[in-house]
Nanobody, 126 residues
Framework: QVQLVESGGGLVQAGGSLSVSCAAS????????VAWFRQGPGKERESVAA????????NYADSVKGRFTISRDNAKNTVSLQMNSLKPEDTAVYYC???????????????????WGQGTRVTVSS
């Protein structure tokens, strides 16, 4: 069973950039579709971005389109989320999630992902 570990969270000023990464152990992340979700303080969990196994297809929530980029390096067994033009409302714990069902495409439904990391906190100050 794949285990996911996020890293790269931290504190950044509004308008700044930050990258978070997801690494896998106990499995090869290159065999999984991967997505990022987030949960802000007092908010429900929401989708952020998703990427297919081969990295050719991606999908983004409207709130991050044009600002965030999801990518993967299958040789390094990692998936990254580059976040630019950050806003205070991007403050959240960011979770990566993986699915072995590669045929489903870059879906943004959390129920499609059975494996989850513990999250990394991103704080954007105004």
């Amino acid at each position: 069973q794949v285990q996911l570990v996020e890293s790269g969270g931290g504190l950044v000023q509004a308008g700044g950039s930050l990258s978070v990464s997801c690494a896998a152990s106990g499995g090869t992340l290159s065999s999984y579709g991967v997505a990022w979700f987030r949960q802000g303080p007092g908010k429900e969990r929401e989708s952020v971005a998703a990427i297919t196994v081969n990295g050719r297809s991606t999908n983004y929530a409207d709130s991050v389109k044009g600002r965030f980029t999801i990518s993967r390096d299958n040789a390094k067994n990692t998936v990254s989320l580059q976040m630019n033009s950050l806003k205070p409302e991007d403050t959240a714990v960011y979770y990566c999630a993986a699915t072995p069902y590669a045929f489903i495409g870059p879906v943004l439904q959390s129920t499609s992902y059975p494996y989850w990391g513990q999250g990394t906190r991103v704080t954007v100050s105004s």
